[in-house]
């Protein structure tokens, strides 16, 4: 969420900021908002310092005068009960404005940052650099095509549990899946990162949190009965374990590494990626996520993009690294970085992270701070996914097809898997 303050005092600014993700922002209304609130704000203030000096002349009648119902004190209290209607009145008025004012900004997303490539969409992203040789053969089978062969996933079937775009994974593929979830939350954790697994229902609060509410509830799935969503994503968990705190500034940064089920509708993409496992209804992730002091950010931005990166290296699959454009960040985020993945059926690369800094925007929201020179000062947070499991099995089973047919597991997960093959029945 953006500061109230900035946007009452300069509005100008925030829109021009605003303007760098290549859309117009308009907002004179929540300007105006801010402004009456600040006279209410004022006029509050005002009252209540009266009404105080006015309860010590009360106290000193009472002291002095022998009647308790003397004209004077009378009218003292008189006035008193008058402050009191008008302070209960002004403070109806600013509930009301609050909420007002802050329904609007929570629709406002984060500022993009000044290092990010300027840009209106996803062709003026910046490719950074890339690692390992991508595979340029022809006529590679896709990896919905290698699944079904060797009986590793079933989504016909799911139908019948479920509905499209969601899967069954079987035998080996459900094996698959579960030693790359063990090996990258084996990795993180060896690199300092304290393991969570998180409710997969969250509330409201936790979606509005970090960013998901109010722009995105179309993309979420919800329990008519409850103030329950299903996640997501493991970012909206792991934001909320901290809301409402103030986290002391000798434990930071704090890193999280989590795996979850993700539940996405995927509304607006129908059509694209229907086949396999790119983007399914439900997902598994396992989540990288750090809450970290304000003036570090900037490197730790850099360290949980490296630490999602080495889990690529650590299994031999091609990647690139990609500097996401102001005008295709994500809501919350003020800077990304990419991480896509090689599919050689397709001969181009696919996003299998996304790792964001989102400065103190997500902390706003979600009131987590941290004691900066004895200030209570709003924490940064930092996302991203280390990995998505479905697309790295998806790379795996392409970048590792031979010649008769069998998958080769990355030498790294053989001890995870149990095998160093998947071989056709």
């Known amino acids: 969420m953006l500061d109230?303050?900035?946007?009452?005092?300069?509005?100008?600014?925030?829109?021009?900021?605003?303007?760098?993700?290549?859309?117009?922002?308009?907002?004179?209304?929540?300007?105006?908002?801010?402004?009456?609130?600040?006279?209410?704000?004022?006029?509050?203030?005002?009252?209540?310092?009266?009404?105080?000096?006015?309860?010590?002349?009360?106290?000193?009648?009472?002291?002095?005068?022998?009647?308790?119902?003397?004209?004077?004190?009378?009218?003292?209290?008189k006035k008193g009960n008058d402050y009191r209607i008008k302070i209960s009145e002004f403070e109806e008025k600013q509930r009301t404005l609050n909420k007002q004012i802050n329904n609007e900004i929570s629709n406002l997303p984060n500022f993009p940052s000044?290092?990010?490539?300027?840009?209106?969409?996803?062709?003026?992203?910046?490719?950074?650099?890339?690692?390992?040789?991508?595979?340029?053969?022809?006529?590679?089978?896709?990896?919905?095509?290698?699944?079904?062969?060797l009986n590793l996933f079933e989504s016909v079937?799911?139908?019948?549990?479920?509905?499209?775009?969601?899967?069954?994974?079987?035998?080996?593929?459900?094996?698959?899946?579960?030693?790359?979830?063990?090996?990258?939350?084996?990795?993180?954790?060896?690199?300092?990162?304290?393991?969570?697994?998180?409710?997969?229902?969250?509330?409201?609060?936790?979606?509005?949190?970090?960013?998901?509410?109010?722009?995105?509830?179309?993309?979420?799935?919800?329990?008519?009965?409850?103030?329950?969503?299903?996640?997501?994503?493991?970012?909206?968990?792991?934001?909320?374990?901290?809301?409402?705190?103030?986290?002391?500034?000798?434990?930071?940064?704090?890193?999280?590494?989590?795996?979850?089920?993700?539940?996405?509708?995927?509304?607006?993409?129908?059509?694209?990626?229907?086949?396999?496992?790119?983007?399914?209804?439900?997902?598994?992730?396992?989540?990288?996520?750090?809450?970290?002091d304000p003036s570090k950010s900037l490197t730790a931005h850099e360290q949980i993009t490296a630490d999602a990166e080495s889990i690529l290296q650590k299994l031999n699959l091609p990647y690139r690294l990609i500097d996401i454009c102001t005008g295709d960040l994500g809501f919350s985020s003020s800077r990304t970085f990419d991480l896509e993945v090689w599919l050689p059926s397709s001969k181009c690369y696919r996003e299998i992270s996304s790792c964001s800094n989102c400065l103190d925007f997500q902390a706003r929201r979600s009131s987590i701070r941290t004691k900066i020179d004895k200030k209570n000062t709003y924490i940064h947070t930092l996302n991203g996914s280390g990995l998505a499991i479905g697309r790295t099995m998806a790379a795996i089973l392409e970048n590792g097809l031979q010649t008769d047919g069998s998958v080769k597991i990355p030498d790294a997960l053989v001890p995870y898997f149990g095998s160093n093959l998947i071989k056709c029945n």
């Open 4 to 77: 109230q303050k900035l946007i009452r005092e300069n509005p100008a600014s925030v829109e021009k900021n605003l303007s760098l993700r290549g859309k117009v922002f308009k907002i004179s209304h929540v300007h105006e908002l801010t402004i009456k609130k600040r006279e209410i704000d004022t006029e509050i203030s005002i009252l209540q310092s009266e009404s105080k000096k006015l309860s010590k002349l009360i106290g000193q009648e009472i002291s002095r005068s022998q009647n308790n119902d003397s004209l004077e004190l009378k009218n003292l209290k």
């Open 114 to 149: 000044k290092d990010a490539p300027i840009g209106k969409d996803e062709s003026n992203n910046v490719q950074v650099k890339t690692w390992g040789d991508p595979i340029l053969k022809e006529n590679v089978k896709s990896h919905w095509e290698i699944g079904e062969r």
């Open 157 to 292: 079937k799911s139908t019948k549990i479920s509905k499209s775009r969601f899967i069954t994974l079987i035998g080996n593929g459900a094996r698959l899946e579960r030693a790359l979830i063990n090996f990258m939350l084996d990795i993180h954790s060896k690199n300092g990162y304290l393991e969570l697994i998180p409710p997969a229902l969250v509330n409201s609060d936790s979606l509005l949190g970090s960013g998901q509410l109010p722009k995105f509830s179309n993309e979420s799935f919800k329990c008519s009965n409850d103030d329950l969503w299903l996640s997501p994503t493991a970012e909206v968990p792991l934001t909320s374990f901290h809301r409402n705190e103030i986290i002391d500034p000798k434990l930071l940064p704090i890193k999280y590494v989590a795996y979850s089920p993700c539940f996405r509708r995927e509304a607006g993409s129908y059509g694209r990626d229907t086949k396999g496992l790119i983007r399914l209804h439900q997902f598994n992730k396992v989540e990288l996520y750090w809450f970290s």
